[in-house]
Structures are given as structure tokens and as C-alpha cells.
């Protein structure tokens, strides 16, 4: 039997257990007749957000069908390339379809089960991210598999378009999901806390609704299609470059699929060590639980199959990149930590003071990710040569089954804490819940870090396969940094995701704008305050989903069209593009992510008494802050996690069309 | 006689007129008492702070002189380099000098002379920024001369001693100015106007005189050196670029020196054109003046000497550039444009979108500086090779003298408004000296971009003197993007500006926590607002001369050594850090000192009356922005300039070295 198979198997495997998952919460009891309309609402309105979305998409899935055919037609693009981009468009929504779904199902699940214990509450939470995580690995690795198994070594070159089609989905989800999460959310906050004065969360505040369906959308369905693109554009830059490169003979190109498929093993294993009393224990037992796993399966199948270490140590170096990113962000943005901690100090003398510290922490934070993940890729390189960099991604990616599990247990969490509010539950249960939502916060912003880390290395990965398949055709190009070209295409390349991050911005700032408005409108005209009337959720609901989807449309399509327009120029001035866009893609997004995380939690920690606690002078400026590094890590920054892989794809898709010119 | 006579000819005759400037100025009537204690305070605080500086820098050249020399002794760099940087560092140092000293004289006699008209005000702050300008470009040219006539076309290896002495003088300035620019203003501001509610520029406040210093620490010494660097570098760098790359004979080396004579010229010329009622009308003539007659020089002589009109378009595509980034910096900080009123308008929401508004701003206005740079450099290489590039940097600096004028016009400006205000001259000489300041604040905006922009296309030419050297000396290195140290070097490149902002943006939070505490100290123990006693100017310039002085040390330290040590390890990772560094570099100074203009612009606005108008809700939130601008624009934007200029330079001097290893 061809051992490929064994990838195939690993995804069929991780989709049988997401489905008992998907089983075993939709059994939890929901609760009281409260907390189940609650939730009803929540799913209602996520997959409301997700059927909008789709329209748009196929859309855009349609013209680009339509343009990938033409282009074969007049060029050496292979005719099936569509067809992969339609099958890889269709399986990241349907991770991402299956994921909410049962994301916004678990929720009144896991504060029910929060009755009987914390752990209780924290295994259904647990649970539901679980089968995002599962969905999203088993749903790449089977796809990809599919192709080489009808296409053998030549899907390798089908494969770009499967990685597009992700990658579409991804750019969607992303930057609609983070327009629509953080306006619902900015227009709960000004018209709720601040001008009326209740609490968060408070069930008559019309846009409640619409700000728990945004942690899905975005935190959820936003994620989870990142990874996805990362996971399988990290797969098939290695087979690319395997197939290219002609590394280790006939295992070249499968390699990197077995090694995906070994850190599908290693999840699910580890998903039994997730049980503590500390919920945070829990999960970091099952996140290195699942990374020793890995490293072991991965030490003995290379040196059995390869009969050479080297590809493992290039794996080593993606997996310990990841865990120091991980851990950089988490001390930049922990309110147990300096950073966060002088941004509350900061604070005291006003909101000016409080914006400059978090800038400056953000900035400075970009240090620790950006030399581990240069030194990761030089070293990868010296193992393995470009390969090496490619698993070098895959390995940093291997144990995303329950990585993202911890990510997706996050707004389910935060969602069990709004119902658990809404619902009156009463103080021991929201004790509880906010706990589990204080634990996710946590490993949200550690996920951020992964998330933009694993972007930026599979965007290298997928530059060298750029450049190398280029050479392989045998374009003549001068790649020098002496071309005059490529130096523009640097500056320009380096500009995007600036611009990327200022219309994504505003995107934020107008769709709030429309939200307050009709928050005010709704406690003015139905005098809700007063217990007259009662909100109008779906309104807002409404009001998020066309907001968002009409602002990430002009972003979206800048991010597929530059590319495009300079490969046909100049393939050298696309090469320094992608390279820039890289480059200040990935700072940008640890700048944006971090600062705004650690503005996030230097307000958390003035709640918590210090500096004068709630209602002080340091804490009115601090909520300045966070207001601020909202839309900064919820909504630019991981949007340019996108940018930058989908650049790099849409060249490698379009690449015969530049060379045909 | 040889052509290049031209060069220190038209450089010692700015001096010449410089000198007659040095005496107009100086014999104008200063005044009343007041006004004549007040300027000296200024002056004085200055010229205190130069000399502490001075004390650091001695230090820094010192040991700088050692480690060249030691170089010299084991590798190729020839040991006049030591020469070289002694004398760039003393001609930077001793222009900024000139210029500060009559900026600091100048102020009480500009508004003195208000008290006739605003235009005699408006000529004598000319007249000194003229000096600034004239001795810069004087200096500089003199300078590179004195090399050519010694050392003929070997003067060009010898030269990069000559930039990098210089760029040691603007590092300091620039970062050591700007810390004390913003942390005396902050201050100055937070404890008078916030806490006590006294009126800008009131005599009680002891950090008033700090603050006036600072605008000409920062604004005259720390902009003349700046693009004192950018001057001599772009001239350096085509006369290395005329000599390997041999073009056009034996004029290749000299021609960019005749050219840099040429504007010296065309700026004396036009400096006539600078009387007109409307101040801004009047400096705009000037500077549109010069241009013309500039390009209509370097026409003629460019075809009677090469023959060969390319070069001559290669200059003119710099030009354009300079012009297209100042009229952009204009368009998006100037308060009479869209992007500042709706960062006014956003300010009626509050602080938090205020600021938000602000950052989307910045981060959009790098677009036309972008894309117009990596165009004029395009086309430069396409008229005249990397050649071209060099004299696209000289065209964009060739008017330097008149713009380097209406730069340093802006603070002396700013300072007899300050000084209107502190002798109580009234109302309407008040309201000249504010009119003339404004129009300081408008062409201050557009000089900043011009720095930012020149820094960028002087660095670029940088870089490729520095590869063109590198082969020329037959280095084997793989300098295309395909290396994975090129790429690292690239990654880490491209975080330096993020490093160095961030530290310098720390570093005036903690000289204006100082600074605030002695203010308060001394409003307290002296009982000052009480009017029993009297404010100690001098303690307030000492703390802040003290504090910038210790913050500029790491940042400084950190762009010298970094380069260093990566060229050690690898050129090719060097050369990816250069362009990471100047491709961020570049994007990150227009996205702070555009966004910081524009916050600023926004607050003016609304004190004009709009949205409420000065103490409104909208206003308040509006100084929140301008405070955080203020440092954004003044301090880490303007810094960077230096920081990508220096790296390059530097690795330009050190390249025997990295051979040798």
C-alpha cells in the first residue's frame, strides 16, 4: 500500500471524532428556556453572517472560476487548477460552517455545565473548539490528499489553486468577520457602557446579540479559516518544493502530507490530557502534551522513512518558533506581566500617556517574534535547503488539530459568560464562566501570536517555492536586491499592508458609526431603559452583517488584484513585492495584535483595583486604550495574516500567466 | 582650470552670503528689556545644550577615530577615512551651530520687526533660516571639494568617512533634539496648560524657555543635520557610482558635484523672490523659483558637458519626487484638508476615535510618498543606471539652501510668537507673529516629508553604491532574494525602525515625567502662580539637555553596531537588513510625522471654532491626539530618516572589514 495513505486516513480519523464531538455537546443539556433563546439568537445570527457571506463569495469564487479558465486556455495553467479552487474554497467554509455551528451550540451548553463544575463547563467548551480544530485539519489534509492521489506528483502544481481557494475563503472571513465582531462590538460598548451606563452584556442593550455572534464570526469562523489557509499552503509548498527540488527521491512529495497527518495523531491523543482543575493547566497539558507527541512520531518516521534527520530538525525549528512566538506574545500582553502592567501605570496621567506606553510596547514586541522566526528559516534552510523552510512551516502548524481547539474554546467561553449575565445565573455560575473566559483570553492572544507567526512563515515558504518554480521554468529574472525592479516592488510590497490596515481601520470606525446610531435609535424610540419596549436584536444584527460585508469588499479585492498587476509587469518587482509585503505584513500584524492585547489587559488590571480600579481617572484612559487596540488586534492585524499569504498564492496560481506575457 | 572649481566656489560663496546674513540679522533691534532677556534665555539654553552634546559626541568620534583607524591597520579602508569623519562631524557640527546661534538671536528682532509690518518680521526669520541653509549646503559642498582636490577620484572610497561623520552629528541631533524638543513641550504643557490652566508660552512656567529651546534643538539643529547628511551622502554616493561604474569619462565622478553647485546657485538667486504680502506666497515663490532656475541650469550645462541628457532627466524625476512628497505631507496634515477635519470631526465621538482616525490617516498617507519614490527610482535607473539613482537624491536636495531656509523660518517664527506672548506685546503684533507662525507649521509639514523622502531616496542610492562596491571588489555573494540570510536580514531589517521608535518614543515619556515633576516642584516650593516667586528657567533646561542626552545613547549605539555585526556575519544578510530597514524606515517615519501633523492640524481646527471649538468635549479628546502626535512627529519619525542613512553609510565604510573576514 502506497504509506501516502496514511494522510488520507489521519483526516477520515480526525472527522469521525469531530463528529462524536459535534455528538457528544449537541447532548448537553442547554439550560433554561432563557438561556436557550439567548443562544438561539446567537446561532441565528451567526449563521445569518455566514449565508450573507456566502453569497458574496461565490460571487467572487465565480469570477475567479471564469478567469482561471481563460488564463489555462492561453496559457501552461493546468485546466484542473479551478476545479481545486472550487474544492478548496468549498472545504475551508465548510470547516469554518461546521466550527460556528457548533461553536454558538455550545455555548449555553458549557455555562449549564458550569452549574455542576468549572471542569464541566470548561470539556463542553473544550469540546466544541475541538471540532473547529478537527474539522480544519481533517478537511485540509483529506483534500489535498484527494488531489495527489488522482493527480500523483503533478498535483503538487494543481494544488496552488486548492491553496487560493482557501485562501478566498480566509480573506473573507477574516476581514469581514473582524469588521463585523469589533463594530457590533464598539457600538455596544459607546452606547451601552458609556452613555447609558449598564453593565456589558446586559440584555437590553440591543446590540448584545450582534457583539456575541461577532466573537464567532471572527474569533471562530476568522481563525479557523487562517489556519486553514496556513495549514494547507503549508502542506503544499512542501510537496512543491519536494516535487522541484527532487529531495528524497519518491518520498519527497508525500512527506510532508505523513508528517501533517503524524501531528493529526498527536492532537487527538493529547485531547485526553486536557482535564485539570486549573482550566488553563488543562489546556497547556494538551498543547505540549500534543507537541512531545509529535516530535517523537516525527523523530522515528523520518529517520525510518528518510533515513536522515535533517528534514526532522527543520521541523523542530518551525515547532519551537511557534512555542516562542506563542510565549512572546503572552508576556507582551499578559496583565500578569511588565509590559501591560506600565501601560496601566501609564494610564494614570491620561489617555495620551496610556496610547504612547501601548504603541511602544507594540512596536517593541515585533523583536522576539521576528529574530526567532529568522533564525527558524536560515536554520531550516541549512537542514533541509528551501524544504526545509516548508516544513519548517509545517512543522509549526503540525498540532493545529488542538491548538486551535484551545483558540475556538475562547468566544465559546466569552459567550457562556454573556449568557450566563443575560440569563441570570446568579454569581457563582458567572464566577465560574469568567474564569473560563479569563483562561481564553489568554490563550486568544497566544493564538493571535501562532496565527500570525505560522502566516508569515508559510508566506516565506510559499516565496522560495515561488522563486524556485519560477527558476524551474526556466524565466530569466534578475532576483537581485541590484534590481531596481524588485527594490520597488519591496516598497510597494512594504506599503500594502499599511494601506490594508488603514481601510480596514476605517472599515471599523464607519460600521460602528452606523451601529451607535441604531442603538441610540432603539432606546430612544422603544424606550427600552425605561421597560417599555424590548430591543430589537436581529436589527443590529442586520445592520453588522451589511456593514461588514460591504467594507471588506475594496480590501479584498486590493489584495488579489495587486499581485496580479505587477506579475504582469515584472516578475522580479512581484518577487520584492511578496517579500515586503511579508516583511512589514508580519510586523504590522505582532505591532497591531500585541499592542492592542496589552491595552486589552492593562484595563483589565485597573479593574481589578490597581491604579484606582473601575471608575478612576487611570481607568477612563485606560478604556480610551482598549477602544483604540480593539479594531488594532481584532480586526488589521489578523487580517494581514491574510494579505500576506494570499499574495504569495495568487502569484504561484497565476505564474504561467506572467511568464506567458 | 578644472571644472570642479565650480563646486567650492559656489560653496564658499554661500558662505559669504551666509556671513552678510549672520550681519542683517544681527544688527536688527531687539527690542524691549523683555524681549531681549527672553531670547537670551533661549539662546542661551541652546547653546548649553550643544555644548553638553557635544561633550557625548567627542566621546563617540573619539572612539569611532580609534576603531577606524584599527580597521585601516588590518584591512583595505584607507586610513584617510579617519580624516574624513573627523571633518564631516566637525562641518555638520559646526553648521548647526551657525544656524542655531542666529535662530536663537534672531527671534525677539523677528518680532520686533512684526511691530513694523509682517513682512519685515516675515524677512528677518528668513533671513536666519537662510543662514541655516546657505551653511549647510556651503559647509557641505566645501567639504566633499576639499576630498576631490586632495585626493582626486579616489576621494570617492575616502568620502564615505566624510558621511558617516556627518551622519554621527545628525544621529545625536536628531534623536538627542528630538527627545528634548518633546519632553520639554509635554512638560511645558501638561503641568501649565492642563493642571493650571495657564495660557501657552505664560512667562510663570519654568518650562517655557525649555520648550522655545527645544523647537530649535529640535526643529533648526536636528533639520539641519539631517539633511546636511542627505546632502553630502546623495553627492558621495554618485561621485562612488561615477567612478565604478566609469561613466561619461572624467566627468563622471565630478558631475555631481557641479550639480550640487548649480542649486546652490539657483537657490542663492531665488532667495530675492522670497517678499510678497502673504508670507506663504512669498516662500512658496522662493522655492518654486529655485527649482526653475535650477532646472533650466542643469539643463544647459548637462548637455554642453555629457552631451547626453539623460542624467539631466534622472535629476529631474528627484525633483519631482521632493515635490510630489511635500505636496502629499501638505494634503494630509494641513487643517484646511479633508484627513485632519475628519480627524477633528471623529474627535466629537471621543479620544478613542480620535486617535483611531488619526492612525488610519498616517498609515493611508504613506501611499503617494511610496509609490512616487520607487517610480522616480525606476525611471532614474532607466535614464542613467544606479547612477541615476544618486542623481535623483542630489536633484530632489540640489535646492536645498532655500528649502532648508523656509524649514528653519518655521521655529524662529514659532519663537517671536512665543516671545509676542511672554512680553506682553499685544494683540495685533501677536497676531502677525501667530499668522507668521502658521505659515512656519504648514512649511515645517512639508519639510518634514521632504526629510523623510530624501533620507529614503539617498538611502537607496546608498545601497547600491554599496553593492556596486561589493562586486566591483569581487565578493562572491548570492544577493538575490532567493538567500535565506538576505531574507533574515530583510525580516530584521525591517524590525529595526519598529525598535528604534519604539525606544525613542519611551524615551521622551520618561524625560517628560521629569520634567513634569519639576514643574510641579516648582510651582509648589516657589508658590509661583501665587506671584510670590519667581520660576528657575535654568533647572528646566538642564533637566531636559540631562535627560535627552541619556536617552539618546541606546538607540544611537543600537543603528551603529547592528550593521556592524551583520556585516560581519554576512554581507548578504546586510544588504536585505539595509533595504528591510529603509523600506519600513521610510513607511514608519511618514505614518508617524503624517499622523502626528494631522492630529495636530485636527486640534488647530477645532480651536478655530469648529465642533465645539477650545475647552468643548471634542477638544479635549483632540489634545489627547495632539499628544500623542507630538513625539509620533517630532522625535521617532524624524529619527529614522538618520537611522536609514546611518546603517548604510556605515556598512559602506566598513565593507573592507567584512571582506576581510
Not at 433563546?37 to 467572487?60: C, N, Q, T, W
Not at 512520531?297 to 530538525?313: K, M
Not at 505584513?585 to 473601575?614: P, Q, R
Amino acid at each position: 500500500m502506497d504509506i501516502g495513505y496514511i494522510a488520507p486516513i489521519s483526516g477520515l480519523i480526525a472527522l469521525v471524532f469531530a463528529g462524536a464531538l459535534v455528538y457528544y455537546v449537541s447532548k448537553k443539556p442547554q439550560g433554561t428556556q432563557k438561556m436557550k433563546e439567548i443562544s438561539d439568537y446567537i446561532h441565528r445570527g451567526a449563521l445569518a453572517f455566514l449565508k450573507e457571506e456566502y453569497k458574496i463569495i461565490s460571487v467572487f469564487v465565480v469570477a475567479v472560476v471564469i478567469i482561471l479558465l481563460i488564463t489555462s486556455y492561453f496559457t501552461d495553467l493546468p485546466w484542473e487548477t479551478s476545479i481545486a479552487f472550487v474544492v478548496g474554497a468549498v472545504f475551508s467554509a465548510l470547516a469554518g460552517n461546521i466550527g460556528m455551528r457548533i461553536a454558538t451550540k455550545a455555548n449555553a451548553r458549557a455555562a449549564e455545565a458550569s452549574k455542576k463544575s468549572m471542569s464541566g463547563g470548561l470539556t463542553v467548551a473544550f469540546s466544541s473548539g475541538a471540532v473547529m480544530g478537527l474539522s480544519v485539519v481533517g478537511l485540509g489534509i483529506l483534500g489535498v490528499s484527494i488531489f495527489y492521489f488522482v493527480y500523483g506528483s503533478n498535483a503538487a502544481n494543481i494544488l496552488f489553486g486548492f491553496g487560493f481557494g482557501a485562501s478566498s475563503i480566509a480573506l473573507f472571513a477574516r476581514v469581514g468577520g473582524g469588521i463585523y465582531t469589533k463594530s457590533a462590538d464598539i457600538g455596544a460598548d459607546l452606547v451601552g457602557k458609556v452613555e447609558e451606563n449598564i453593565p456589558e452584556d446586559d440584555p437590553r442593550n440591543p446590540a448584545v446579540i450582534a457583539d456575541n455572534v461577532g466573537d464567532n464570526v471572527g474569533d471562530v469562523a476568522g481563525m479557523g479559516a487562517d489556519l486553514f489557509e496556513s495549514y494547507v499552503d503549508s502542506i503544499i509548498s512542501g510537496m512543491s518544493l519536494g516535487l522541484i527540488l527532487s529531495v528524497f527521491g519518491k518520498y519527497g512529495v508525500v512527506y510532508p502530507m505523513l508528517v501533517a497527518a503524524l501531528g493529526i495523531f498527536s492532537s487527538l491523543v493529547a485531547m485526553v490530557f486536557v482535564r485539570a482543575k486549573n482550566p488553563y493547566t488543562a489546556l497547556r497539558n494538551g498543547l505540549f502534551g500534543a507537541s512531545i507527541i509529535f516530535a517523537v512520531l516525527a523523530f522515528v518516521v523520518t529517520y525510518l522513512l528518510l533515513n536522515d534527520l535533517n528534514p526532522f530538525y527543520a521541523i523542530l525549528v518551525g515547532l519551537a518558533d511557534g512555542v516562542i512566538i506563542g510565549l512572546s506574545t503572552e508576556y507582551f500582553t499578559s496583565h500578569q506581566r511588565k509590559p501591560a502592567r506600565k501601560i496601566a501605570e501609564a494610564a494614570q496621567t491620561g489617555a495620551a500617556t496610556n496610547i504612547l506606553e501601548g504603541l511602544s510596547t507594540g512596536m517593541l514586541s515585533t523583536v522576539i517574534p521576528i529574530i526567532a522566526t529568522a533564525v527558524a528559516m536560515v536554520l531550516a534552510f541549512e537542514f533541509a535547503n528551501f524544504y526545509g523552510v516548508a516544513l519548517a512551516a509545517i512543522g509549526m502548524l503540525s498540532t493545529l488539530g488542538i491548538s486551535l481547539a484551545t483558540d475556538c474554546y475562547g468566544p465559546v467561553a466569552d459567550n457562556a459568560a454573556g449568557i450566563s449575565e443575560m440569563a441570570e445565573l446568579g454569581e457563582e455560575i458567572r464566577k465560574r464562566t469568567e474564569e473560563l473566559d479569563a483562561v481564553g483570553n489568554t490563550t486568544a492572544a497566544m493564538g493571535k501570536g501562532f496565527a500570525i507567526g505560522s502566516a508569515a512563515i508559510t508566506a516565506l515558504a510559499l516565496i522560495f517555492t515561488f522563486v524556485k518554480r519560477a527558476e524551474a521554468l526556466n524565466i530569466t529574472m534578475n532576483m537581485s536586491l541590484t534590481s531596481p525592479y524588485l527594490m520597488a516592488g519591496l516598497f510597494i510590497g512594504g506599503m500594502l499592508p499599511f494601506v490594508f490596515s488603514a481601510l480596514t481601520l476605517g472599515a471599523v470606525g464607519r460600521a460602528a458609526e452606523k451601529m451607535v446610531n441604531e442603538v441610540r435609535r432603539q432606546f430612544k424610540e422603544y424606550k427600552i431603559l425605561e421597560g417599555k419596549g424590548k430591543p430589537d436584536y436581529e436589527r443590529c444584527v442586520r445592520i453588522a452583517t451589511k456593514g461588514a460585508l460591504r467594507e471588506m469588499i475594496l480590501p479584498s479585492l486590493l489584495a488579489v488584484i495587486v499581485p496580479v498587476v505587477v506579475g504582469v509587469w515584472k516578475i522580479e518587482a512581484l518577487v520584492g513585492l511578496l517579500a515586503g509585503a511579508t516583511a512589514t505584513g508580519f510586523l504590522l500584524a505582532i505591532f497591531l495584535a500585541n499592542a492592542g492585547g496589552a491595552w486589552d489587559n492593562a484595563k483589565k488590571y485597573i479593574e481589578e483595583g490597581n491604579f484606582g480600579g473601575k471608575g478612576s481617572f487611570a481607568h477612563k484612559a485606560a478604556v480610551v486604550g482598549d477602544t483604540v487596540g480593539d479594531p488594532c488586534k481584532d480586526t488589521s492585524g489578523p487580517s494581514l495574516n491574510i494579505l500576506i499569504k494570499l499574495m504569495s498564492i495568487v502569484s504561484l496560481v497565476f505564474l504561467p500567466l506572467f511568464i506567458s506575457i
